[in-house]
């Protein structure tokens, strides 16, 4: 059974940082591109960031380009995002997916609140 299980979310103020991770089992974790993706209420899902099961591809969405870094170690089957520099506006459930050809599974997401 595939699990991916996502951590790290909470309440941080504008300017602070979080890492989340997402943990997976059940998978060959290296050979699936891993994705974050965020859902702010009222929104669509949208992709964040995106790293090939290699780790030689990222690609960021504009908005958090230059404050979030993906990585992966597929030695622990585990994904990561740090999210530095964080905004208002970045608050959302984060879902980690990890996808490769005709085949995709979702975490269960974790909130992310930027407050003061």
């Known amino acids: 059974q595939v699990q991916l299980v996502e951590s790290g979310g909470g309440l941080v103020q504008p300017g602070g940082s979080l890492r989340l991770s997402c943990a997976a089992s059940g998978l060959a974790f290296s050979t699936y591109a891993m994705s974050w993706y965020r859902q702010a209420p009222g929104k669509e899902r949208e992709l964040v960031a995106r790293?090939?099961?290699?780790?030689?591809?990222?690609t960021y969405a504009d908005s958090v380009k230059g404050r979030f870094t993906m990585s992966r170690d597929n030695a622990k089957s585990t994904a990561y995002v740090q999210m530095n520099s964080l905004k208002p506006e970045d608050t959302a459930v984060y879902y980690c997916k990890a996808d490769r050809v005709w085949t995709y599974y979702w975490g269960q997401g974790t909130q992310v609140t930027v407050s003061s």
């Open positions: 790293l090939s099961s290699t780790g030689g591809t990222t």
